[in-house]
């Protein structure tokens, strides 16, 4: 099975990483497109365009200034090491060996506004540019239309051999891969709560629990995906009754 996860807006290139292995992003020559356009940006138009401070628009633009190939362990680092927030405290690879770090490669990737999709050990800079933000390009007026077939496209040559893709990536993101053009089952989990007699999605609790399924698929080599439905960190456990074919439904 194949997962795939959304990137986070912290980042963390001060901390060494564990591994010196790496490999460059597959989609690196149409990073650089989005990167010439964002470029044509003032810290104003960034701090507009991502609703952030100038503060965090200035780092931003700097970011996009800086920005160069090739990638290489000076200046760049592994996406997994890199991100940072709810998820990929979930996933923890801290503890990572080589053979979890050998598995996560082959298994997951994380869906980028800029880097389209990336392996978890693909080198990446710094950079904030998230796949909801209205950005107009040379292939239209947003993100979704800028990367078009190309991530699902990735996709599908993974799925070719994983059969399985699991979605534990937010709306936002998912929103860059094409269901209908997928080569493979798609799951997507969901992960609920009971809260004044009925069951709610909470943000940051769902964020986690999806990092944490990750790390079990990880740690637990999972290849069958009916072995997924044993997941039950965080309290949370399959509920049959609220699930169905694509959707999954993990309550507590």
């Known amino acids: 099975m194949l997962i795939i996860i959304s990137p986070a807006k912290t980042l963390d290139y001060t901390t060494p990483p564990q591994t010196s292995r790496s490999t460059q992003p597959e989609l690196l020559e149409q990073s650089q497109i989005l990167i010439d356009r964002a470029r044509q940006l003032s810290a104003l138009d960034i701090s507009e ?3 952030v401070s100038m503060k965090l628009a200035e780092l931003n633009f700097e970011r996009f200034e800086k920005w160069h190939t090739p ?4 200046n760049a680092k592994q996406a997994l090491l890199a991100f940072k927030g709810d998820v990929y405290t979930g996933l923890n690879v801290t503890d990572f060996n080589a053979k979890d770090l050998d598995f996560a490669q082959g298994h997951l990737r994380i869906l980028s506004g800029l880097y389209g999709l990336l392996r978890p050990l693909d080198l990446m800079q710094p950079y904030r540019l998230e796949m ?3 950005l107009s390009n040379p292939r239209g007026k947003n993100l979704y239309q800028f990367w078009g077939d190309s991530i699902t496209d990735a996709i599908n040559k993974v799925l070719k051999k994983e059969k399985v893709l699991i979605n534990l990536a937010s709306n936002e993101y998912f929103k860059s891969v094409k269901p209908k053009l997928l080569s493979g089952r798609l799951i997507t989990p969901h992960f609920k709560e009971l809260k004044n007699g ?10 986690k629990a999806r990092g944490m ?3 079990f698929i990880i740690k637990n080599r999972l290849t069958d995906v009916e072995a997924l439905k044993s997941f039950d960190d965080m309290g949370y456990h399959y509920n049959p009754e609220l699930s169905d074919e694509s959707n999954w439904i993990f309550t507590r």
């Open 49 to 51: 365009l991502m609703r």
């Open 71 to 74: 990638f290489t362990a000076d």
């Open 132 to 134: 909801g933000r209205s």
């Open 198 to 207: 009925s069951y709610k999605v909470i943000g940051v609790h769902a964020k």
């Open 213 to 215: 399924m990750s790390r």
